[in-house]
């Protein structure tokens, strides 16, 4: 594999890794699944932890108030918006579901969303077509295997309440046109939603820019953070627009015997109970990514995308899984005579993560290709010349 182009020093990327206690064990390229996180997540933890041993829970929190709420800051500095506009959750599923079901439809209504929507995602959508009659709408690919920008403009119409985008599929590395999804949504006045659980840390993403209403994340892929939070993104307009399908007493105050008054800010879609662990752990992991730079370290991840993906399909016995736009960290592809599965056991025995993409993520996408499951990988800024090599060569030797 050519030397790939860097946006670090040496120097810089040494710094890095050595930030980061996982890379000493194994060469991580499954960081769309769940990456690595640095040594500084990993010492905040520890000592929030420590302080929960020592003090209790409440105690603790109450200790740790300040760090706790930087988070919404941290969270609106790198994607824009305001921190009311931020609610933390257990995850991107849980995110994107609260806000979801929380969007009143009826059976006049419809749902428009992409051929490489995520499983959970669509599932809800169904459910809710079952249970209230909405239409579900589906925009198609291209034939050259994009996303068909005007099929979806035709789909969206006076009816349309709901538009759905995933930023970048988990089946590839295909990433949406939001700049022309954002005019047609635009002009139906359609609660726009968009999972960027795969897209922030990785590219460079602005809430406020792409246009959409509410969008959902989560800390464990591309950003570095623990497992068992994420976030929700929803806009003041929005909120105004909606009131939370439960509430608890983190999202309305009681006011009287029969009345509550909802809170104002994203946090009407907030549980009281939570992992502060994890909340600590994420602010620390975002704090890690502003220091070290975005625009950088999302610029690395691109370029150690775009030459490992054609370096991978470069070896002759290699069948590529993603659409001839992909161009994300994220990339998947079959062994002749391997299956995936096998493939990501080899791996595993020789020091190197990979993940499969399976049917069941991607139904519309890959079931329409005639792919039941693929190799995954997807590279991180911290993965280094001499990974990708070893990794290229054992693939390669299989």
Partial sequence: MAANQTMFTDEELIKVRSDTPGLSSRIHLDNCGSSLMPQSVVDVMSNYLESEIRLGGYVAQEQQSAQLSAVYLSLATLFGGSRED???????????????????????????????????????????????????RVARASEDGSLDIEHLSELVDENTKIVSITHVASSSGQIANLAAIKAITQKVGAFYILDACQSVGQLPVNFVDIGCDIATAT?????????????????????????????????????????????????????????????????????????????KATAQTQCNAQSLRKAIYGINDIEPACQYDASAAIITFNKDGWLAHDVRTAMEKLGIAVQVSSVFHTRLDLGARAIDSAVRVSPHYYNDQSEFDRFLNALDDL
């Fill in 86 to 136: 931020y609610a933390l959750t257990s995850g991107a599923v849980d995110a994107w579901s609260k806000a979801f079901y929380s969007i009143p439809l009826t059976s006049a209504d419809n749902i428009v969303t992409m051929y490489n929507e995520y499983c959970s995602n669509y599932v809800a959508c169904i459910q809710r077509a079952k249970h209230e009659g909405v239409e579900i």
């Fill in 219 to 295: 800390s464990r892929k591309f950003l570095r953070g623990p497992r068992g939070i994420g976030f929700l993104y929803i806009n003041k307009a929005s909120r105004e627009r909606l009131e939370p399908a439960m509430l608890t007493n983190q999202s309305a105050a009681w006011t009287g015997d029969n009345e509550y008054k909802l809170v104002e800010d994203a946090s009407m879609f907030e549980m009281w109970e939570r992992s502060c662990l994890n909340q600590v752990g994420f602010g620390a992991a975002l704090e890690y990514l502003t220091k070290l730079g975005v625009d």
